[in-house]
């Protein structure tokens, strides 16, 4: 049973290009969310989803940062304009549907970005 | 604000020696605390979920407990494959969004 799997595992980005991390979560999980990483501090929420729809952006920069988890297909976070500061580890996590287990979420193993 | 705090920020114990880890939380109706393990350049590792005050949850070592206002990690006799930082978050009443802490740098030497 695969686990969240994320793509690419490291990027490398100039200042101003965009950057575009994948995630497909566990098999069976219709709930998808982003955290991220910066060095040194702990991991902050982002942005939780469903299929093709936003349910909480509350954790996402009001510019420049978008997601979306389509019918078909992987989660997408994409940065646009990247700078320095961007640079962190992003984390996928996924969910079941249902409220059997409330708030366990399964981690991916990251996309390290580093914006030179 | 929910806020999680743990302590201490790191650990050194010797191969055997029993330890505790701390999160505290302040949170506006706790749903569920969940402990998580992340070694260097990985995601965070699912351990643990308590969703009430008085619950306990046993694995190899690891015991987690839960309190109104804390939650500990027991490390029993260690070995140095337990080192890792060990993370704790909380889900709120509403929402599903995890608020973590700093987290617990543990080094276990032989």
């Known amino acids: 049973n695969a686990g969240v799997m994320q793509n690419p595992r490291h990027l490398v980005r100039r200042r101003g290009q965009e950057a575009r991390l994948r995630c497909s979560p566990m098999?069976?999980?219709?709930?998808v969310y982003w955290y991220r990483q910066l060095p040194e501090e702990g991991l902050k929420f982002m942005v939780y989803?469903?299929?093709?729809?936003?349910?909480?952006e509350s954790g996402m920069p009001k510019e420049r940062f978008s997601a979306e988890f389509p019918k078909e297909g992987p989660s997408i976070l994409r940065i646009q304009q990247v700078v320095r500061g961007d640079s962190a580890a992003y984390f996928c996590?996924?969910?079941?549907?249902?409220?059997?287990?409330?708030?366990?979420?399964?981690f991916g193993p990251g996309t390290r970005l580093t914006v030179l | 604000e929910d806020q999680v705090t743990q302590s201490p920020e790191a650990l050194r114990l010797q191969e055997g020696e029993s330890s505790s880890l701390n999160c505290s939380y302040t949170?506006?109706?706790?749903?569920?605390l969940f402990w998580y393990r992340q070694d260097p350049g990985k995601g965070p590792e699912f351990l643990f979920t308590?969703?009430?005050a008085g619950e306990e949850k046993e694995k190899e070592r690891l015991k987690a407990t839960l309190t109104k206002k804390e939650s500990f990690l027991h490390i029993t006799a260690p070995k140095p494959e337990d080192s890792a930082t060990y993370l704790c978050?909380?889900?709120?009443?509403?929402?599903?969004?995890?608020?973590f802490g700093g987290g617990t740098r543990v080094l276990v030497k032989p």
């Open positions: 989803l469903q299929k093709e729809n936003i349910i909480d």
């Open positions: 308590l969703y009430s």
């Open positions: 098999k069976g999980h219709s709930h």
């Open positions: 996590a996924s969910s079941p549907p249902g409220l059997a287990a409330p708030g366990e979420q399964f």
């Open positions: 978050a909380v889900l709120e009443a509403a929402g599903n969004k995890l608020t």
């Open positions: 949170v506006s109706g706790l749903r569920g």
